[in-house]
């Protein structure tokens, strides 16, 4: 039997109950060089029986125990060590690929040949109301022809996440890619596949649909907190400063992307309910600000409106100040909701 074109990994933490819809999504699909291997560990939150069942009726899933609850990133990273194909997709329990998505990328993939990053787009879902993901203009801009991770560094700028790309197997065992422990672990390993891609291609169209709102994955590695976020960030600028020996001057776009990115992302888990307690976050703001200082560029140029303001008293440490702004927007908020 021929190895699939793509091995689709799955952890399988389905606290939502939406494995199922997943993995339907899956076998749907009309193309079929693909496997599943669905990664199942000693989490409650692990539904093994319905794994089985998927397995015993469909011979493309295959289930992979695991003796420990190890969180999502060894659970990716043993998924990805028993994948056959000749890319690798690492989905969610929450996920659903839109129909037909695998026979778009094997189309796309045939146009393009080979690529060690093939992006593409996403859609969210919450409450009945579907938007697109934050990359459809990036993606839509880059064009049609494979380019180097230094053509686009704008790219740097989109979510680092680890389910809006194919990536290739053998550039993932070359780099030695992994999933480092805690959560937020798509960041370094994402932004790493794409610096040291050689090529790279982007089909910008909706192909997976998320359905929830929360960013923070509830199964990182035992220990892990919303506090992770800062390791992974200096990972990521640790491969920027081994990558200038040899680039030079031609990453300092990217440095600016990946900052802006940083500053975004901190800022947004700042303000997302349940990621930091009240407690937290004076401690979370000011490691977010020397962060700020620490990784900021020469000549950075702070986002306009509202945005911009809170660059700048993160940029200055000035919590207190920050929490106002905050409070005077929620009341913004609710005054012109009452109208």
Do not use: N
């Not at 065992?173 to 040291?196: I, K, N, S, W």
Request: glycine share 8%; charged share 25%; net charge neutral.
């Amino acid at each position: 039997m021929p190895s699939p074109l793509i091995s689709v990994v799955i952890p399988a933490y389905d606290q939502q109950k939406q494995l199922a819809d997943c993995l339907d999504s899956l076998l749907a699909q009309s193309f079929r060089g693909f496997e599943v291997l669905v990664v199942v560990d000693r989490s409650p939150d692990a539904p093994v029986q319905l794994a089985e069942r998927y397995a015993a009726r469909h011979p493309q899933v295959t289930v992979l125990h695991l003796d420990a609850a190890v969180g999502v990133g060894v659970a990716r990273d043993a998924g990805a060590a028993r994948a056959q194909g000749a890319y690798l997709l690492f989905l969610d329990a929450d996920h659903l690929l839109a129909r037909d998505a695998l026979r778009t990328f094997a189309d796309h993939l045939d146009r393009t040949g080979p690529v060690d990053v093939l992006l593409f787009g996403h859609t969210r879902e919450h409450a009945g109301r579907e938007w697109p993901g934050g990359a459809e203009a990036l993606l839509a801009a880059a064009g049609p022809e494979v380019f180097g991770p230094l053509d686009h560094p704008e790219l740097l700028g989109a979510p680092a996440l680890i389910w809006d790309r194919l990536l290739r197997r053998e550039h993932w065992v070359r780099q030695g890619l992994a999933f480092p422990d805690g959560r937020y672990e798509e960041v370094p390993t994402v932004h790493r596949a794409m610096l040291t891609a050689e090529r790279i291609a982007v089909l910008p169209r909706a192909c997976v649909q998320l359905r929830r709102r929360e960013t923070v994955h509830p199964t990182g590695s035992p220990g892990s907190s919303s506090f992770d976020i800062f390791d992974q960030y200096e990972r990521s600028f640790a491969l920027l400063d081994e990558l200038s020996a040899t680039a030079g001057p031609a990453l300092d776009a990217v440095r600016e992307a990946l900052f802006t990115r940083m500053i975004r992302h901190y800022l947004f888990v700042f303000d997302l309910a349940g990621c930091v307690t009240r407690a937290e976050r004076p401690q979370f703001f000011h490691r977010a600000a020397e962060h700020h200082r620490r990784f900021q560029p020469p000549g950075h140029r702070r986002p306009g409106g509202r945005e911009g303001v809170k660059f700048s008293l993160l940029a200055g440490g000035a919590y207190p100040a920050f929490e106002v702004a905050k409070l005077s927007q929620i009341a913004r908020t609710t005054l012109t909701g009452r109208r």
